[in-house]
């Protein structure tokens, strides 16, 4: 593959870290935290667009104690893969739709955001920065993880003054444990994951420890997962801690709708377009 010119830096970047692999042991990936060389960090100011960011050493982010983020969880993320093909290409799933849905999910949390073309390329620039921790074809794929969030100090109920577009990346193997298993899933009656109207359909960075009680009490009864129901009236299936659920019968597989409480997932977006492909009905269940 030709070396990529996009910028000055990767091009220092290139010349610092010439070998094809890093140092890992590609057989053993599970889905936990190997730090990389390198992240791209871009800030702004409210009220203002997001314009040039730069790629940095991985490492500790610089903060105050009045964050936003810190204080008031004024936050989103996203999550997505690179994948090292055969033929030696890099390539990312749909990055354009997690770009999207940060796009939607900032207008929720009253922060700026960076444009889809913003959000790709600076994508593309940390996987390229750390191309060497990309896995061998089937081993695994690149974590993407971009973090959106207000940096800025604030004391008072309202948006941050500052804010800060960060990209990092990790090698990962399965997220749950053992290829090909089934996983085994507890209905949870008791807690919710999102309420009506709230901002369970937006990747908000507080959406996940609400759910830390029931995933731990699962984990240590010996489930993989959660499967929480909707808040409004307890009979309907919802969706997972991290993921969507899809219930297949003969030719027909439905799945709940995505009406606020669901979190709009590229994996569900792309399993309905291929299941329609291949014959499949597809029926999105309203609550
Ligand atoms: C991120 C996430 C998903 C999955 O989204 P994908 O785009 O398919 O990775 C599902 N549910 C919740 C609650 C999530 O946070």
Avoid at 125 to 141: D, Y
Avoid at 145 to 166: D, H, K, Q
Wanted: proline residues 7%; contains cysteine; neutral net charge.
């Amino acid at each position: 593959m030709a070396p990529p010119a996009s910028s000055v830096q990767e091009a220092t970047i290139h010349s610092n870290y010439g070998e094809k692999y890093a140092d890992v042991n590609w057989d053993e990936l599970g889905f936990s935290l190997t730090p990389t060389d390198f992240m791209f960090e871009m800030k702004c100011f409210q009220g203002e667009d997001f314009s040039q960011g730069n790629l940095i050493p991985y490492g500790k982010i610089e903060l105050s104690p009045a964050a936003a983020i810190l204080n008031y969880g004024q936050g989103l993320f996203e999550g997505l893969k690179a994948y090292r093909r055969e033929d030696g290409h890099i390539v990312l799933f749909r990055p354009e739709q997690n770009a999207m849905r940060m796009k939607m999910g900032a207008e929720r949390m009253c922060m700026p955001s960076p444009s889809v073309e913003q959000f790709i390329d600076a994508v593309k620039q940390t996987v390229l920065a750390n191309k060497r921790w990309v896995p061998p074809p089937g081993k695994g794929s690149l974590y993407i993880r971009p973090l959106l969030m207000g940096s800025g100090s604030i004391l008072g109920v309202a948006p941050a003054p500052e804010y800060t577009f960060l990209v990092y990346t990790s090698p990962v193997g399965n997220y749950y444990k053992g290829t090909g298993t089934p996983i085994n899933l507890i209905v949870e009656d008791k807690l919710h994951r999102a309420i009506p109207r709230g901002a369970g359909g937006v990747k908000t960075i507080a959406n996940y420890s609400p759910v830390l009680q029931a995933l731990t009490q699962a984990k240590s009864k010996g489930f993989s997962d959660v499967l929480f129901l909707d808040a409004k009236t307890g009979q309907n299936i919802e969706e997972v801690s991290a993921c969507n659920i899809f219930i297949v019968k003969d030719k027909i597989i439905s799945t709940p709708a995505t009406l606020g409480t669901i979190l709009p997932g590229v994996t569900r977006k792309s399993i309905i377009d291929i299941a329609l492909d291949f014959g499949f009905q597809v029926i999105t269940l309203l609550l």
